[in-house]
């Protein structure tokens, strides 16, 4: 599988995952997988992103732990079939209400990550 690393857009770093998350916008939930995650927002793979500046509140829990993130968005920027690139479709959220104990969780898979790359 070729994993897209994408162009540096972001104001942090971004670890890559493989989230299961569930999100809505209006009433309409949706589940898809993250494609990689930061403390300012995450990337959503999906088929049918929607429009840039739609609000989102998303439900997901990060590998190693057991807690339910719950927090809202909006979409910052999409990707779709009409997009040239090799960027796999779907849309990148910004976190607009992420709290410091959930912004703490996301930045200690930071950590975790960096170890591992160290030893």
């Known amino acids: 599988m070729k994993v897209y690393r994408g162009r540096n857009r972001r104001r942090h770093p971004r670890k890559e ?32 992103p929607m429009h840039v500046g ?3 509140n998303m439900r997901f ?11 809202s968005g909006r ?15 779907g849309m990148g959220i910004e976190f607009a209400g992420l709290s410091d104990d959930d912004r703490k969780l ?3 898979l930071w950590e975790q990550s960096l170890k591992k790359e160290t030893e």
């Open 106 to 108: 996301i930045e200690a």
């Open 17 to 48: 995952v493989d989230l299961e998350i569930i999100y809505s916008s209006l009433d309409t939930f949706f589940y898809d997988y993250a494609l990689n995650i930061s403390r300012g927002g995450m990337f959503i793979k999906t088929e049918n």
């Open 75 to 89: 979409v910052v920027h999409t990707v779709s079939g009409k997009s040239r690139t090799d960027e796999p479709h």
């Open 61 to 71: 829990s990060l590998p190693g732990s057991d807690r339910i993130i719950e927090t």
């Open 54 to 56: 739609s609000k989102v």
